[in-house]
């Protein structure tokens, strides 16, 4: 056997030397053979380095005895004939279909055009977007609460779980329910229990990193954070080194737990979000909660999150979503499609202060959560007069203390103050004893560090440079953190994602607002507190900030009125949140509800809204007609018979939404008229009355009609909105409040002008 030249291909042949006089022709023979494997060879190879994944989403699973993954290999087939298997990299075939594959951009146009085929995008990676907060918001411990809760189950698609924490204990808890299909996969590191249920983990592409654990296993702390948060049990004494002490529990701690680990050290992969949908709706959990998702907006079918929550919806589940940490800027909301719902974060009255106190005897308070002690004064040191000169470094890149750019032996040992804010990961790599960050934009929160640290204003970065300047020996310490009430909470924190909805303009996003901000929940102990390397404190809980962190208290909120209402749709369950959420404070929020959407959860209230806007697959069908969707494509996503005309095609203003949202163009003068109907699900006679609370200057705002009257619980009424006339500023709010003498429905009313 002979190996030919700059390739792998053997060529095996007998007899080559048989006769001397033709080993001159043979030779000629194989070189050639040799040649045109190299060439293809080289072909093949780099036709494999331009290849990407990309997800082709296909819509509803096929009906009847159907082999999905034959059907994805003939389509692939089509393209690539016998080489179809070696692109397949995933096919999704238990509650939709599709699959993964691999394709050079030419290959993805061509599929782009097959019979079937919905949408085609990349593969890409989503990132990652409590002892005080459920109380904060009005729902105590001692809370009523019922039997069916612990027939809940929580999908949970994060990082993964860490089972030994406490608050996943199942002491109390009976077999799982009935109606649960999940696995726990059998891993030599992870047991699952009667509180978690069930256990996945997903990795479409087979690369993980150093850090990654190949089990459901959390190394990160973000998916043991937010599930405990969401269903965690209680546990007394709970904090971070002594900050946030208290007794840290979900909203419904007796739910179960059913985890679908989708992210790793370095992100989320579409294919893999998808593949735990697939799964989570087949295997029978009643919400889906993921803290995840894209810094830039897509559409609906072309978004893996988007398309998952619609067949979660199409099969009665509820998918709770972060709006994103892209704030505060206009239209950065990434989660945003009408069946899930999008979740802001708000602050509690917590917060933390860290104090730093220089060699002249001056005090400076500035903000992160200090666990440390340093109790000594400290060298002082300005990032920009210890550049790494030999790692090419110069002192208006240090100023800014960007990783590898300090030299470790002109601040090792010393505090470094840094001109700008950071992870603290330069200096403490560098072998700083601290280091102190001037932040030039407010971010509304603490956060911990691997050293001690504080984060300060420019004011007294300022100040603390010009005492840099003028001693000569010049010194600090930084003290440990103090807790003190926020008494202005809650308010929406700058880094929160706000809207409007960036595809379409008119449906109010994000829906509501929930604790995000210094929130107390189980944690990783392998994973460090500062998610920096190196940083070697051990903790069971850890406080952080996020809309990945709101995102679990909604869950946890659905799920609770899941547990007393178990038959109602995503929709009404939705509607029930929004129509009680607590209003929040335009002056704290200048982005008003595009901020924080309808306000802040209040789960005991949304028990007994009073009337839902309910919605269902079909309502959703006739939007997505109006949103330009050709009834073929629609037919594929939803399996049925769907149709596009005259009578179905409906705007965005007649989908049944709890809230109402109207653009108009350089506030010119402009007339909306909203179709709604809502469903009695509180008493059975009642005669509710229609108020607008607080017009807007320049908007006439009718309903009619203006008073609904039930006489059975399920009866629905229906009325229409009327909006008319010309705003005088960029946006403006109001309400409609439907008020029985119990209940109050309240749904935001949102009017705004787009250039």
Known sequence: MY??????????????????????????????????????????????????????????????????????????????????????????????????????????????????????????????????????????????????????????????????????????????????????????????????????????????????????????????????????????????????????????????????????????????????????????????????????????????????????????????????????????????????????????????????????????????????????????????????????????????????????????????????????KAAFLAGAIGTLMVDKLPKGFSSSFPLPASRLSVGDGRRIAHYINSTSDPTASILKSIEVNDTLAPYVPPFSSRGPNPITHDLLKPDLTSPGVHIVAAWSPISPISDVKGDNRVAQYNIITGTSMACPHATGAAAYIKSFHPTWSPAAIKSALMTTATPMSAKKNPQVEFAYGAGNIDPIKAVHPGLVYDANEIDFVNFLCGQGYTAKALRQVTGDHSVCSKATNGTVWNLNYPSFALSTFNKESIVGTFNRSVTNVGLAVSTYKATIIGAPKGLKIKVKPNILSFTSIGQKQSFVLKVEGRIVEDIVSTSLVWDNGVHQVRSPIVVYGVE
């Open 3 to 424: 190996r030919c030249p700059s390739t792998t291909k053997r060529i095996v042949y007998h007899h080559l030397m048989a006769k001397q006089k033709n080993s001159f022709l043979w030779f000629l023979l194989l070189s050639l053979i040799c040649s045109l494997l190299s060439t293809h060879s080289t072909a093949a190879a780099s036709e494999d380095d331009v290849r990407k994944e990309y997800i082709v989403y296909m819509g509803a699973k096929p009906a009847g005895d159907f082999s999905v993954s034959a059907s994805h290999t003939n389509m692939l087939r089509q393209v690539f004939g016998s080489r179809a298997s070696t692109s397949l990299v995933r096919s999704y075939k238990k509650s939709f279909n599709g699959f993964v594959a691999k394709l050079t951009e030419e290959e993805m146009q061509q599929m782009k055009g097959m019979d079937g085929v919905v949408s085609i995008f990349p593969n890409e990676k989503k990132q990652l977007h409590t002892t005080r907060s459920w109380d904060f918001v009005g729902f105590p411990q001692q809370v009523k609460r019922t039997s069916f809760e612990s027939d809940i189950i929580i999908g949970m698609l994060d990082t993964g779980i860490w089972p030994e924490s406490d608050s996943f204990d199942d002491e109390g808890f009976g077999p799982p329910p009935r109606k649960w299909k999940g696995t726990c996969h059998g891993f030599s590191n992870f047991t699952c229990n009667n509180k978690i249920i069930g256990a996945k983990y997903y990795r479409s592409d087979g690369e993980f990193g150093r850090e990654d654990l190949r089990s459901p296993r959390d190394s990160l702390g973000h998916g043991t954070h937010t599930a405990s948060t969401a269903a965690g049990g209680l546990v007394s004494m709970a904090s971070l080194m002594g900050f946030g002490l208290g007794t840290a529990r979900g909203g419904v701690p007796s739910a179960r737990i059913a985890v679908y680990k989708i992210c790793w050290s370095d992100g989320c992969h579409g294919a893999d979000v998808l593949a735990a949908f697939d799964d989570a709706i087949a295997d029978g959990v009643d919400i889906i909660s993921i803290s995840a998702g894209s810094s830039t907006p897509s559409n609906y079918f072309e978004d893996p999150i988007a398309i998952g929550a619609f067949h979660a919806m199409k099969n009665g589940i509820l998918t709770s979503t972060s709006a994103g940490n892209e704030g505060p800027r206009f239209i950065s909301i990434t989660n945003f499609s009408p069946w899930s719902l999008s979740v802001a974060a708000s602050t509690i009255d917590r917060k933390f202060f860290t104090k730093v106190k220089l060699g002249d005897n001056k005090v400076y308070k500035g903000f992160s959560i200090n666990t440390f002690e340093l109790n000594d004064m400290y060298p002082l040191i300005y990032g920009g007069d210890a550049p790494n000169t030999r790692g090419g470094f110069r002192g208006n890149t240090s100023r800014f203390c960007k990783i590898k750019s300090l030299n470790p032996n002109l601040v090792k040992g010393k505090i470094v103050f840094c001109d700008g804010k950071g992870s603290g």
